[in-house]
T-cell receptor
Framework: GESVGLHLPTLSVQEGDNSIINCAYS??????FIWYKQESGKGPQFIID?????DKRQGQRVTVLLNKTVKHLSLQIAATQPGDSAVYFC??????????FGGGTRVLVKP | DSGVTQTPKHLITATGQRVTLRCSPRSGDLSVYWYQQSLDQGLQFLIQYYNGEERAKGNILERFSAQQFPDLHSELNLSSLELGDSALYFC????????????FGQGTRLTVV
C-alpha cells in the first residue's frame, strides 16, 4: 500500500487497551473539528466530528474531546483492535469550507 | 467503499506534461473537493465545487485548474508538471455545502519523472 508520511509520530498500543491521539489546532475561528482515519492505500475515512460549541462527543468506541482554551483536540479509541492500525488526522473547518489538516499520527496495534 | 470513484489510480508522466484526474462523486452529492497529499506538505485542500460552481479555493497553484460538469463529476487538470507535483490527489464529495462530512475516494497517485 501507499505510505502516507514516513516520519509521522507513532503511537504503539496493545490490543484491547485504550488509545488517545492528540492534536493541536491553530484557528480559534474554526467551527468544526473532524477526525479521519487513513489506512494504507486508501483515502481518509470520516470517524467523528465535533462542533466548536461542544466539548465532548461520543461515537461507537470513539470519543472526541475539544478544549478550546488551549486549542487542543483528542480522539480516544476504546478497546483498540488490530483494525484500528492506521494514520489518524485531525482537521479543522473554518469559514469558507476549507479543511486544514494536522500532520497525522500513526497508530500501531500490537497483538 | 466510500462511493467516490477516482480514475486513474496511478499515473506516471514527465515534467512539463499535462494530466487530467477524474472524480465521480457519491450519487446525489453536489459538492466535490480536491486535496493533495504529499510527504512534505501533508493533506492540503485545493478547491471545492458545488453544483457546478467554484465555491472555495485553497492552496491551488495557477498551473492547476478544476471543473465540475452538469452530471456532477469533476476533473482536476494539472499542467506544466514539476517533480514536486508528485503526490496523492484525493477527491471527496458531500451532499451539502459543507466539508466536514465529506467522503473520500481512494486517490490518484501521480508520479512526475
Amino acid at each position: 500500500g501507499e505510505s502516507v508520511g514516513l516520519h509521522l509520530p507513532t503511537l504503539s498500543v496493545q490490543e484491547g487497551d485504550n488509545s488517545i491521539i492528540n492534536c493541536a489546532y491553530s484557528n480559534s475561528a474554526s467551527d468544526y473539528f473532524i477526525w479521519y482515519k487513513q489506512e494504507s492505500g486508501k483515502g481518509p475515512q470520516f470517524i467523528i466530528d465535533i462542533r466548536s460549541n461542544m466539548d465532548k462527543r461520543q461515537g461507537q468506541r470513539v470519543t472526541v474531546l475539544l478544549n478550546k482554551t488551549v486549542k487542543h483536540l483528542s480522539l480516544q479509541i476504546a478497546a483498540t483492535q488490530p483494525g484500528d492500525s492506521a494514520v489518524y488526522f485531525c482537521a479543522e473547518k473554518a469559514a469558507g469550507n476549507k479543511l486544514t489538516f494536522g500532520g497525522g499520527t500513526r497508530v500501531l496495534v500490537k497483538p | 467503499d466510500s462511493g467516490v470513484t477516482q480514475t486513474p489510480k496511478h499515473l506516471i508522466t514527465a515534467t512539463g506534461q499535462r494530466v487530467t484526474l477524474r472524480c465521480s462523486p457519491r450519487s446525489g452529492d453536489l459538492s466535490v473537493y480536491w486535496y493533495q497529499q504529499s510527504l512534505d506538505q501533508g493533506l492540503q485542500f485545493l478547491i471545492q465545487y458545488y453544483n457546478g460552481e467554484e465555491r472555495a479555493k485553497g492552496n491551488i497553484l495557477e498551473r492547476f485548474s478544476a471543473q465540475q460538469f452538469p452530471d456532477l463529476h469533476s476533473e482536476l487538470n494539472l499542467s506544466s508538471l514539476e517533480l514536486g507535483d508528485s503526490a496523492l490527489y484525493f477527491c471527496a464529495s458531500s451532499g451539502e455545502d459543507t466539508a466536514s462530512r465529506a467522503f473520500f475516494g481512494q486517490g490518484t497517485r501521480l508520479t512526475v519523472v
